[in-house]
């Protein structure tokens, strides 16, 4: 079974910081490309990061490049997005997922999220 944990939001204003982990349980984390997508209320949910397997190639949404920053580490089976300069349009509810490495394009599981709150 495939748990998938989210932590590390909470409240900032802006220009603050954060750094999200997505803690893996009952996986390999190698096997799996991570992503980790938002979904503010009113909107549908979006894409924001996500890095391949062994941490190779990563790829940003155009909203979040040069401010986020997604990494991993295999050993611990957690993923982490470090968001820097936070803007008001952030506010949302933060989810990572999982995709088999021969099933790519498909997250297969996703984690509860952990909000995200960034003030004016």
């Known amino acids: 079974q495939v748990v998938l944990v989210e932590s590390g939001g909470g409240s900032v204003q802006a220009g603050g910081s954060l750094r999200l982990s997505c803690a893996a349980s009952g996986l390999t984390l190698s096997n799996y490309h991570m992503g980790w997508f938002r979904q503010a209320p009113g909107k549908e949910r979006e894409f924001v990061a996500r890095?391949?397997?062994?941490?190779?190639?990563?790829n940003y949404a155009d909203s979040v490049k040069g401010r986020f920053t997604i990494s991993r580490d295999n050993v611990k089976n957690t993923v982490y997005l470090q968001m820097d300069s936070l803007k008001p349009d952030d506010t949302a509810v933060y989810l990572c997922?999982?995709?088999?490495?021969?099933?790519?394009?498909?997250?297969?599981?996703w984690g509860q999220g952990t909000q995200v709150t960034v003030s004016s």
């Open positions: 890095i391949t397997r062994y941490g190779i190639s990563v």
């Open positions: 997922a999982a995709a088999y490495y021969a099933r790519a394009e498909q997250y297969t599981t």
